[in-house]
């Protein structure tokens, strides 16, 4: 504002003329619009400022941007919160991107920085593993390792034998963990889902046992051991507390067939079911597994050595056996022999017997015995009848001392056996041992 402007309004106010700094009368200008020569076009009037915006409200104040990412407050559900976000390019090119909800500016930024540290030093692709979830993961596990064997120049390449049971525990573990991101699975989550199975009952109603859970948490150890190899996590949750798999839990069998059951089965094996007698020959003498039998060949059986030999593709250790035959199992298999059989037949081509093991023991009134029972029976009495542990071990296929002990079992008859020989043993020690009249 000038001073002309200045001096009428000191007019206005108090009635007299306004002065300069001199005492000298200024001049009235406030008409001094109307007293402007014609023709003269008036002074420019200065232009109003604009006025400041109003400020914004805190929700809609724009985002903070930070080297590492972007921080940010929002409502929801009628709360104010603080959240971080995290930006990335992935291996693909791909924009990636994940959020977490903070307390504080400095806990967001601590955030933000661990995340770019995590992704210098460990490198995009494990970077973008870390957001993958278990269901993803156990997909991917499935596809490379959960398949039907591949079988090259006599060995197992690839896959697993017995493929269809562990598809069936990853199917559990995937409705437990699905969701969960695979970076955030922890040893007590694992932990809570072996309880949590062990208070699930059976489809049949039946209590869960420890053995079942047991194979499920190897499972899913041996999937978490894949992952940590394939760099999708950075440590298997597992080797984070107490061991959670002990087979020392368990409750082992030791159900061993007796001579008069034995005979009860065998009697019923005639017929339609015909063809099981020689398979239950071959399991209770020969102490084979349940597959192997299914895979024999009659080229594996050698009728002039007396033996069976049971190549490395069809046993589970993947090595060869050499199995001896009884004599009752030579006779047999040899009614059973067509004259026109090849030596790439099978021997028992019927497939799976599990119904008519079943329906056989019904009819022989015995109860609670496997078929892999058979397989204890024939080994506790390979090592009853004095043959070494390491010639035993050969036979049934075992590479593993802890594990061929669980199959040598004691039953009554040889519970009785041995009373027998320790008492005739210490028979023995008494004749010669002198009686007290010949040491005087």
């Not at 106010?13 to 020569?37: I, K, M, S, V, Y």
């Not at 929700?59 to 919160?81: I, S, V």
């Not at 409750?251 to 009860?264: F, G, K, Q």
Request: charged share 30%; proline share 7%; hydrophobic share 35%.
């Amino acid at each position: 504002m000038d001073e002309l402007h200045i001096a009428a309004l000191m007019r206005g106010r108090f009635g007299q003329p306004a002065q300069n700094g001199q005492g000298e009368a200024l001049p009235d200008r406030t008409n001094a619009a109307a007293e402007e020569p014609a023709g003269q076009p008036p002074p420019a009037q200065p232009e109003p400022k604009p006025k400041r915006p109003p400020r914004p409200r805190r929700a809609d104040r724009p985002q903070k941007r930070l080297p590492e990412g972007m921080l940010w407050r929002q409502e929801k559900n009628g709360e104010w919160a603080m959240y971080a976000r995290f930006a990335w390019t992935d291996s693909r090119g791909r924009k990636r991107r994940k959020e977490k909800k903070v307390s504080t500016q400095t806990e967001g930024r601590d955030w933000l920085l661990r995340q770019r540290l995590d992704l210098e030093q460990k490198g995009g692709e494990v970077f973008d593993a870390r957001q993958i979830t278990f269901r993803e993961a156990a997909v991917a596990y499935k596809a490379k390792k959960l398949i039907p064997p591949v079988i090259v120049d006599g060995r197992k390449v690839a896959g697993l034998r017995s493929w269809r049971s562990p598809q069936d525990w990853l199917e559990t573990l995937i409705e437990y963990f699905g969701p969960l991101r695979l970076a955030d699975l922890k040893y007590q989550a694992i932990a809570d889902y072996k309880l949590a199975r062990l208070r699930t009952p059976t489809r049949q109603g039946t209590p869960r046992k420890i053995a079942s859970v047991n194979r499920e948490l190897q499972l899913l150890r041996a999937m978490l051991n894949w992952c940590v190899r394939e760099r999708l996590l950075d440590r298997n949750p597992f080797s984070d507390g107490e061991p959670l798999i002990a087979q020392s839990e368990e409750t082992h069998r030791d159900r061993l067939a007796t001579p008069e059951e034995e005979a009860a089965i065998l009697a019923v094996c005639t017929g339609r079911r015909a063809h099981l007698r020689a398979i239950l020959l071959a399991a209770r003498d020969t102490g084979m597994r349940k597959g192997e039998i299914r895979k024999l060949r009659w080229k594996n059986v050698l009728f002039e050595q007396g033996v069976i030999v049971a190549e490395a593709t069809t046993t589970k250790t993947q090595r060869q056996r050499i199995v001896p035959l009884t004599d009752r199992l030579i006779e047999a298999l040899s009614e059973m022999r067509s004259p026109d059989a090849s030596p790439e037949d099978l021997v028992f081509p019927d497939g799976d017997f599990k119904k008519a093991w079943r329906t056989a023991c019904r009819l022989a009134g015995v109860t609670g015995l496997r078929f892999h029972d058979l397989r204890h029976t024939a080994i506790t009495e390979i090592v009853s009848a004095g043959v070494p542990d390491e010639l035993a071990m050969k036979v049934s296929g075992h590479t593993q001392r802890s594990t061929f002990s669980r199959y040598v079992n004691v039953d009554l008859r040889i519970a009785q056996q041995i009373g027998e020989a320790l008492s005739a043993l210490r028979r023995g020690a008494g004749k010669d041992e002198p009686d007290e009249g010949q040491q005087k």
